[in-house]
């Protein structure tokens, strides 16, 4: 294997890997708001609440786009493997993205009682399902998709398991938590505190999952086991727990402290962590347990010409993500509104 056929895949599985991130941190947050209407009954905190996301929810999705285009153009032996794997679960987080995205707009158009509650309880039922859709693709995805000569073997259903299931819940309770959090840092008065509160209980549900999940997915397979207790991987993979009850200790300490963003970096740092840590599981593995980056990767020109263009829009995204961010910074109170 030449130096760049070896090579150019660890760069584009870093990008995958990026995109991935960025996507589930910004959009975990507006997803998690959505679910708290269940929780927040007043119509003017869901009016605050939906205003500290509505100049950015849009831009958000634009890195899942970017994963998944980089998954066909760059891997396409595990984006055809993938996706009849994970038909199902796909087809119904994208339609609950989609009635998501409806409600978003018409809750805001709603003058009767009724056609708002009906938006409201969309706007929150699609969050929750998109959310729990995704946790479900990442449970099926790690616990492996059975494949047959580079192409998948399996069956429609074969996602759907307890461990499926329990990072499902996971993912829900995490974007719930990211929204708390955000919520924190982007409120004040009676909904900041009440969002303090859910943080609370919503990071102790967390850090539940968490362990949870770690527990079982090292025997899943048995390279999963052998990735954490090998060495050196265990040098990589012995920070992880510490930095997870640290990130822990600090979100109990802010709470408490009435910090704003820290409790929200915490949260954030919950979920990379995770990511390193599924990282160290499967690496080398595109599609565990048997394909690896390299089996699923496109020619090298294909990599090359395709490469150019990712560094050209790579920071164009970023650069205005971050500054869609900067400029609707600060608190948000009822007196701001979105048309």
């Not at 963003?261 to 599924?278: D, K, N, Q, Y």
Request: charged share 10%; hydrophobic share 55%; glycine share 10%.
């Amino acid at each position: 294997m030449s130096g760049l056929a070896f090579y150019l895949p660890f760069i584009w599985a870093f990008i995958v890997i990026l995109a991935i991130s960025v996507y589930v941190i910004l959009d975990g947050f507006d997803l998690g708001i959505g679910m708290l209407f269940a929780f927040e009954k007043k119509p003017e905190h869901r009016d605050i609440m939906i205003n500290t996301i509505a100049p950015v929810w849009d831009g958000n999705e634009t890195w899942m786009v970017l994963g998944g285009a980089t998954l066909f153009g760059v891997f396409p032996g595990a984006y055809s493997t993938l996706l009849p794997a994970f038909y199902i679960p796909i087809i119904i987080m994208l339609g609950a993205l989609i009635f998501r995205g409806v409600a978003f707009e018409f809750r805001i158009m709603a003058h009767s009682p009724n056609h708002r509650a009906f938006w409201n309880t969309g706007f929150m039922a699609g969050s929750t399902l998109a959310a729990f859709c995704q946790g479900c693709i990442l449970g099926g995805y790690v616990q492996g998709v059975h494949t047959s000569h580079g192409a998948f073997a399996g069956g429609a259903m074969d996602w759907l398991t307890p461990f499926s299931v329990l990072c499902g819940l996971s993912v829900v309770t995490g974007y719930a938590l990211l929204g708390t959090t955000w919520l924190v840092w982007r409120t004040s008065d009676e909904l900041e505190a009440r969002c303090r509160r859910w943080s609370k209980r919503l990071s102790i549900l967390m850090i539940l999952c968490i362990i949870a999940v770690s527990c079982w997915t090292p025997f899943l397979h048995a390279p999963y086991l052998h990735h954490w207790i090998a060495f050196p991987n265990i040098l990589f993979g012995l920070p992880v727990p510490l930095l997870v009850a640290l990130a822990g200790f600090l979100m109990w300490r802010t709470l408490d402290k009435e910090h704003a963003i820290t409790p929200f970096l915490c949260a954030i740092g919950w979920f990379l962590l995770s990511l390193v840590g599924l990282a160290i599981t499967i690496w080398p593995y595109a599609v565990p347990p048997t394909l690896t980056l390299w089996d699923v990767a496109s020619p090298v020109p294909s990599q090359l010409f395709q490469l150019v263009g990712t560094v050209i829009l790579l920071p164009i995204i970023t650069g205005y993500s971050i500054y869609s961010y900067y400029l609707f910074r600060g608190k948000v109170t009822k007196a701001d509104g979105y048309h």
